[in-house]
Nanobody
Framework: QVQLVESGGGSVQAGDSLRLSCAAS????????MGWFRRAPGKEREGVAA???????IYADSMKGRFTISKDNAKNTLYLQMNTLKPEDTAMYYC????????????????????????WGQGTQVTVSS
């Protein structure tokens, strides 16, 4: 069983940066594709970014240019560097993993449903004030 533990959230001012981390443990080969999602209060969960084992990445349009996803395969840790944060980035951010890259990539890039994704972390809160 894969376990995902997020960290790095916090309260910041608009324009600041944060880096989120997600440490994966368990059957790590099953987490070959990992990604970030977020859910703002009163809104649906949305995809942020995803990365597969080859380093191929995909971003939601509103995050392109501000957010960068990366993965340290040796540490099995996923990162999300978030720059120029805006109040509308306030949300709970979740790490996700699935052995099928398309599930994450479609959820992030095409807005497909994410309920079928295999593994989820508990989330880390990001609050951006103006």
């Amino acid at each position: 069983q894969v376990q995902l533990v997020e960290s790095g959230g916090g309260s910041v001012q608009a324009g600041d940066s944060l880096r989120l981390s997600c440490a994966a443990s368990g059957y790590t080969y099953r987490s070959s594709c990992m990604g970030w999602f977020r859910r703002a209060p009163g809104k649906e969960r949305e995809g942020v970014a995803a990365i597969d084992s080859t380093g191929r990445t995909i971003y939601a349009d509103s995050m392109k240019g501000r957010f960068t996803i990366s993965k340290d395969n040796a540490k099995n840790t996923l990162y999300l560097q978030m720059n120029t944060l805006k109040p509308e980035d306030t949300a709970m951010y979740y790490c996700a993993a699935d052995p099928t890259p398309e599930r994450l990539f479609l959820a992030v890039g095409a807005g497909a449903g994410s309920n079928g994704i295999s593994y989820w972390g508990q989330g880390t809160q990001v609050t951006v004030s103006s």
